[in-house]
């Protein structure tokens, strides 16, 4: 019995070793249907939170906003919500303290689990932060919509004067050169030009 307690020690540290990880805490609980059962994370760095569900069904919420997340949207910023084993990723970049909610699920009278707190070592993803991610995308398209909508109003604008532009009829030749005629015609200086024929006329 002794060996085989040993052997699988050996084996779960041989897994923590190749994968990356080190374990710093785990705890075991249960927490009854609809029910909540919190915990507070100081530890610094990227960290993997492992939840196996021995019995029913736990569920994971983690945030780094409020102390008491649930699975209300607004409360929670990582969530796993899977039938077995619950795994998040919480990167460096998280505040801390980071609040840690395991929910018990409707379909069980009573959950039992077992939450692990990894430390992972940093790789290039570990500069990557989902939460903040999809924050900053929202606001791309935020403002991608908002320049959209005033750029907009001035296409409109644009489009109205292309179009009464093209709507006004143009003159035609004809129309040009008698225009230009009664312009001639009512010249001041047309009619005194009259009067001097005229008295040259009959002087002669």
Known sequence: MGKAICLCWC??????????EQLLHSVAGEVGRGNYTYY?????????LSLYSELGDADLYVSQTVTKPTFEPETYCLQSSTCGLDVVHIPRSFSRPVGIGVYGHISHEVSVYLLEVLYREEDETDNFDPYTAELNQNEQQEE?????????PDEQYKAKERGSALNQPEKSDT???????KRRTHHPLDQIWRMLRRSLSSGI
């Open 40 to 48: 507070s994370l100081m530890y610094e760095g990227p960290i993997v």
């Open 11 to 20: 084996l779960s540290v041989l897994l923590v070793v190749t994968s990356g």
């Open 175 to 181: 129309q040009q050169k008698s225009s230009k005629r």
């Open 144 to 152: 991608t919509t908002s320049n959209e909508e005033r750029q907009q």
